[in-house]
């Protein structure tokens, strides 16, 4: 009995002891691999595996031992695909060494040989690459499909023109070859072939028949192959295309999802180009459309009911996607994606819920039937999808279901990351100009979670949406600065307690009761650091500029700056003390007698400064220009000849004109407006572009001693194309405007190889009473490649007014026909002449684009006594085109946003154009334009109103519409 226990314990602890080794074996231990592990490629020297390349030349090597034949490939390209090049005698060494491993019959070292040829098929010589066609045309058509697939695939990355026409035959019977292994190979060599060059494209043209048979294949990845070369070669045949969709749409012989996805996309295409192009008139349905189109929408709808989730999702997304769709239109695809949203699957969830969002901006009733789904997706454990839901609510929740809505809100937003926290504050704030009557309930929502955790682009995007809302919505003011005040007391980023405490100087001082906000902002002057005290100073002092009876009170916190350690703070609040100090004794402050009763005519007594108020003018009088002006501005004077050692006082209207730029949108923001995933994207990645330095256009001007003499350049256009990119000269015209002189500063491009130009000049010939040629700059030399400058300088007759004028431009140009391999000059120059397009010079030519800190204020300081009114009936369709060409005729600058009209509010009110410019001579001028779509679609009605301090400029400016 004892015996049988023992030999039990001792079988017992054997079996214990194998299941202990076997788990050894699988044990990863955290040092890394076990000491006896060697990796191929570490350490890896070029030269070392080179001279083991050589056992390629070795047969019984290659034979016997094709294993090593791998491992010396496998190092070769990973030595090319981690920098380690080879030269192109060494990838010529070693390139026939591997065409002799052609010889064994190893699968696996045949696969490496296809994988080196096609990785070194760009760097050897096309000569030697080509001395393995034979090899491979043999594998092409040999037995193996596995040979033969590869075979093909690299052939067709070192195969030209010439030769696929010899192999032409075999490549067109592998596209409809029973193996679906040879024919996909041989399909996706095609699509590469067609892409590579014209010629090789029209030798791929006449494999149309082959392909369409292939898309009859059983093999599913064959049918997507040949549907994607169907439409490489199609696709710039519109009528093709058409038949191509329809017949397949009608057969329903494609079995495969990917080629059904495939179709589905070309469909879409199709209809999307029947909208933009003209062929579908504006307001009709796809389903009374043209024959295409009530076909191809019919396909699509068809297609929502098919077996495959893939096709399903692709076909609710095409329907989503197309132009100017009805809803009834729109209505299958939003169904199945709604039931898309409830799937198992998150994948599929997020897709629906990406297209959902998108749907959403367009067509927000649409979307509200799917809220009940949405609501449930809150919740999801993806937080993408769950942002996605909450921001798809936010643009299809009704008013009565807000406050809702923000609570199931407040409980997520504590739990996601900060990059999916902007993207809903951004949605909160479409959502408050939506329903203004809400922004008490939704700024008190946003307020709340800027005294929460978070980052400083998290804060930032918060502060700013406020900022926004009280722009946009002015009812917001007094309760947004109090929540903003709230957040100061706690705020550890520096950047954004100066940029409120900024924002408290400029709006502050204009609420029913700005003594509230001191105590706030006197807080930041005791206990933060140099910069934001240096900005809550600055806020104190527009409080007492603008608030006469809060000035003594203020004073007395100003001087306790005065001693400050940071020389930035103590410098603004001396210029403060001191500037106060005089206006309290110029104009001291009365308070009015409390006890008296005011007349019920008398206006209440408004605590204003009085005109001439020295406080009001240096505290609260903004520079003339921004400080980006200021310094291309300053920049410009100095680059000017002899600005350093003129006599003439610097003042702000001595310095050159500067025009704004228009700076790109950013495009988070527009990520931000389409929704989507796109928005989270933009969200997470924050970039933007850098700012370009701009170039000064007039240096070469002032590079030529002769055209530097003219003086100082007002403005210079943009480049004008007087040819087409493709010519042989290509010509582009930049008019540098002086006050009696343009300077016609031409560009132009020698495109021929054989041919050098010299003594280029562009003549131009008008008929105009105003301007008049004055002399020309040639450009002396011109080799193939090069751009050179030559000039024409136009004189202007001042006592003329302006009128738009065109002049005929013709380029004449000495040729001289040189070698192209060496430059050298064959022939002696000879005379020719090169037709150019008309040049314009336009009124707004003479108009610098320049905006004023403040349209309303400049526009009363001018005046109505030079004001000319006109009215003008436009031929546009749309009222966003009217508006673009009415900034173009008259070439000034958009102020206060208004260049653009708003989304959805085009056509439906008139719209308010507000522009400034400085006219040739340093004239300022504005004007204020209206912009009305008229009702019967005739056209677009515009009524301007130009003011200037010359009559005769606002008359000109006024002309410019035509």
């Known amino acids: 009995m004892g015996d049988q226990q023992e030999e039990g314990g001792l079988t017992m602890n054997n079996l214990l002891s194998e299941v202990q080794s076997t788990l050894d074996k699988f044990k990863l231990e955290d040092e890394g691999p076990p000491s006896d592990y060697y990796s191929p490629y570490a350490n890896l020297e070029k030269a070392a595996v080179l001279q083991e390349a050589r056992c390629f030349h070795d047969p019984t090597a290659v034979r016997e031992n094709p294993r090593k034949c791998c491992t010396v490939i496998a190092q070769l390209l990973h030595l090319t695909n981690t920098g380690q090049y080879l030269n192109s005698g060494e990838a010529t060494e070693v390139f026939f060494g591997v065409t002799k491993l052609f010889m064994s019959d190893d699968a696996s070292l045949r ?106 294949s059983p093999n599913e990845m064959v049918q997507f192959h040949a549907m994607q070369l169907l439409y490489q070669i199609k696709k710039h045949d519109r009528l ?84 100017n769709i009805e809803p009834q239109e729109l209505s299958p695809a939003v169904n199945v994606l709604q039931l898309f949203l409830t799937s198992p699957k998150p994948a599929v969830r997020f897709a629906a819920m990406k297209t959902v969002s998108q749907v959403a901006v367009g067509h927000p009733r649409m979307v509200s039937k799917c809220n009940e789904d949405l609501e449930a997706l809150i919740s999801d454990a993806n937080r993408s999808i769950a942002t996605l839901a909450i921001t798809t609510l936010l643009k299809t929740g009704s008013e009565n279901s807000i406050d809702r809505l923000l609570k199931q809100i407040s409980v997520f937003l504590s739990e996601i990351p900060d990059e999916y926290k902007i993207t809903i504050v951004r949605s909160l704030q479409r959502l408050c100009l939506t329903y203004p009557a809400k922004h008490r309930v939704l700024v008190g929502f946003l307020s709340n979670f800027l005294r929460e955790e978070g980052g400083f682009d998290f804060k930032r995007s918060i502060v700013n949406s406020i900022i926004t809302l009280i722009k946009q919505v002015p009812e917001t003011t007094e309760s947004s600065l109090l929540h903003l ?21 400029e709006l502050g001082p204009g609420t029913q009761a700005p003594a509230r906000y001191i105590r706030f902002i006197y807080n930041r002057v005791i206990l933060e650091n140099s910069a934001v005290r240096a ?36 410098d603004r609040a001396s210029v403060a003390v001191s500037v106060l100090k005089g206006a309290m004794d110029e104009f001291p402050y009365v308070a009015p007698d409390e006890d008296a009763e005011p007349a019920p005519e008398e206006e209440p007594v408004q605590d204003a400064p009085q005109a001439g108020d020295p406080a009001a003018f240096v505290l609260l009088q903004g520079l003339p220009m921004s400080f980006d002006r200021l310094d291309r501005s300053l920049r410009a004077y100095v680059k000017a000849p002899a600005a350093l050692e003129s006599a003439e006082q610097l003042t702000f209207s001595a310095l050159p004109i500067v025009e704004e730029y228009a700076e790109p949108e950013s495009a988070a923001d527009d990520a931000g407006d389409m929704g989507g995933d796109a928005a989270l994207m933009a969200a997470v990645t924050g970039e933007k572009e850098e700012k370009k330095e701009v170039v000064d256009p007039a240096a070469a001007v002032y590079a030529i001693p002769e055209l530097a003499s003219l003086g100082r350049v007002f403005r210079s256009s943009p480049p004008t194309e007087l040819s087409e990119e493709e010519t042989e000269y290509v010509v582009r015209c930049i008019k540098h405007v002086m006050p009696e002189h343009i300077i016609l500063q031409f560009l132009i491009q020698n495109t021929v190889d054989d041919q050098r130009l010299v003594n280029c000049t562009v003549a131009i010939e008008g008929d105009s009473e105003c301007f008049e040629v004055a002399g020309e700059v040639a450009a002396e030399n011109i080799k193939y490649g090069e751009t050179v400058n030559a000039f024409t300088v136009v004189t202007r007759n001042p006592e003329v007014p302006l009128a738009p004028c065109n002049f005929e431009c013709v380029l004449r140009f000495g040729i001289v026909q040189v070698d192209t391999k060496t430059g050298e000059d064959e022939s002696d120059p000879f005379d020719e002449e090169y037709p150019l397009e008309e040049l314009e010079l336009a009124t707004s030519d003479f108009m610098a684009k320049v905006s004023v ?54 056509g439906k009110k008139p719209h308010m154009l507000h522009l400034s410019g400085v006219f040739v001579g340093g004239t300022q001028v504005l004007a204020r334009a209206q912009v009305a779509a008229q009702g019967d679609a005739s056209g677009v009605l515009l009524k301007i109103a130009v003011r200037s301090d010359d009559p005769d400029v606002s008359r000109m400016v006024a002309d410019c519409i035509r």
């Not at 040999?142 to 035959?169: F, H, P, S, T, W």
């Open 111 to 216: 696969r490496m040989v296809y994988l080196f040829i096609k990785d070194v098929a760009e760097t050897c010589d096309p000569d030697d690459v080509i001395i393995v066609t034979s090899s491979l045309t043999k594998d092409m058509t040999c037995d193996v499909d596995l040979y033969r697939a590869n075979a093909l695939r690299v052939l067709a990355r070192i195969v030209d023109a010439a030769m696929l026409g010899a192999i032409e035959r075999y490549v067109k019977q592998a596209l409809v070859d029973s193996s679906g292994q040879v024919s996909s190979a041989a399909l996706v060599s095609a699509t590469h072939l067609f892409e590579r060059n014209p010629e090789s494209a029209a030798i791929v043209k006449r494999w149309i028949s082959e392909t369409t048979e292939a898309t009859s």
């Open 240 to 323: 093709g295309m058409q038949k191509l969709v329809t017949q397949f749409s009608q057969r329903n012989t494609l079995k495969s999802p990917l080629a059904l996805v495939l179709l589905v996309r070309y469909t879409a295409k199709l209809l999307n180009d029947e909208v933009t192009e003209g062929r579908m008139t504006s307001g009709t349905s796809f389903q009374n459309g043209s024959t295409f189109a009530r076909s191809g929408y019919a396909f699509l709808e068809a297609s929502l009911r098919h077996k495959s989730e893939m096709v399903v999702y692709e076909a609710a997304k095409a329907i989503c996607a197309l132009p």
């Open 853 to 906: 800190p403040d349209f309303r204020q400049g526009w009363e300081q001018v005046g109505n006594t030079n004001e000319v009114l006109e009215k003008f009936a436009l031929q546009f369709k749309k009222q966003d085109d009217a508006v673009a060409a009415v900034i173009d005729f008259l070439g000034m600058q958009p102020c206060d946003g208004t260049g653009h009209i708003k989304p959805g509010e085009g």
């Open 535 to 570: 900005a809550a100073v600055a806020a104190l002092s527009k409080f007492a500029a603008r608030c006469p009876s809060l000035r003594t009170s203020i004073m007395t916190l100003l001087k306790r700056s005065l001693d400050d350690e940071d020389d930035e703070t103590r």
């Open 485 to 505: 005040c709230e957040f100061i007391e706690d705020c550890e980023f520096t950047m954004l307690s100066t940029q409120i405490l900024h924002l408290l100087g």
